[in-house]
T-cell receptor, first 115, second 110 residues
Framework: NAGVTQTPKFRILKIGQSMTLQCTQD?????MYWYRQDPGMGLKLIYY???????DKGEVPNGYNVSRSTTEDFPLRLELAAPSQTSVYFC??????????????FGPGTRLTVL | TQLLEQSPQFLSIQEGENLTVYCNSS?????LQWYRQEPGEGPVLLVT?????EVKKLKRLTFQFGDARKDSSLHITAAQPGDTGLYLC??????????FGTGTRLKVLA
């Protein structure tokens, strides 16, 4: 049981390049999330999904796109990389808990630098 | 826009001391979570509080949810170097979406 896996671990992009951050979970969770974390700060929600085929914007979606074709996979696409997108990106998944309090399970993160 | 402010932002204490971290908002949350994050890793859930006024204990850690469900606190008794990390609160915004706080970075010196 690998939990949430993310690839790559590190990446350096040039301004204007594009890339896809991969995220896979093997816990059969319906809910999946993408966050970014700037140095020493909390997490900001980029996009989330409540099931295959359903995605929605979070707090900071500009410059990113997502898709959810399967329960397991939730890739994040950067189309035109900008220095402001330099950050650590975390993928997470969770399941519904009656009464509230879905526990989110996080991947190890992808550290992205845009130069 | 829902915001969660944590204080203090940084805390450096000696082993054995007690400390309290606060998480405050002007918004009401249906539940609130506390996570701890170590360098190079993703956050790991410590606790979820759901009911206003609820208190939960996890060994030396005590978590409290405010009566109005707008704030929470984390108290650590007799801190140890293993408690070092970034502590994050997260409030439920709807059924499955969470807003994270600004974080408190704790360093416990041996």
């Amino acid at each position: 049981n690998a939990g949430v896996t993310q690839t790559p671990k590190f990446r350096i992009l040039k301004i204007g390049q594009s890339m896809t951050l991969q995220c896979t979970q093997d816990m059969n969770h319906n809910y999946m999330y993408w966050y970014r974390q700037d140095p020493g700060m909390g997490l900001k929600l980029i996009y989330y999904s409540v099931g295959a085929g359903i995605t929605d914007k979070g707090e900071v979606p500009n410059g990113y796109n997502v898709s959810r074709s399967t329960t397991e996979d939730f890739p994040l696409r950067l189309e035109l990389a900008a220095p402001s997108q330099t950050s650590v990106y975390f993928c997470a998944s969770s399941y519904f808990v009656a009464g509230g309090g879905n526990e989110q399970f996080f991947g190890p993160g992808t550290r992205l630098t845009v130069l | 826009t829902q915001l969660l402010e944590q204080s203090p932002q940084f805390l450096s204490i000696q082993e054995g001391e007690n400390l309290t971290v606060y998480c405050n908002s002007s918004s009401v949350f249906s539940s609130l979570q506390w996570y701890r994050q170590e360098p190079g890793e993703g956050p790991v859930l410590l606790v979820t509080v759901v009911t206003g006024g609820e208190v939960k204990k996890l060994k030396r850690l005590t978590f409290q949810f405010g009566d109005a469900r707008k704030d929470s606190s984390l108290h650590i008794t007799a801190a140890q170097p293993g408690d070092t990390g970034l502590y994050l609160c997260a409030g439920a915004s709807g059924t499955y979406k969470y807003i994270f706080g600004t974080g408190t970075r704790l360093k416990v010196l041996a």
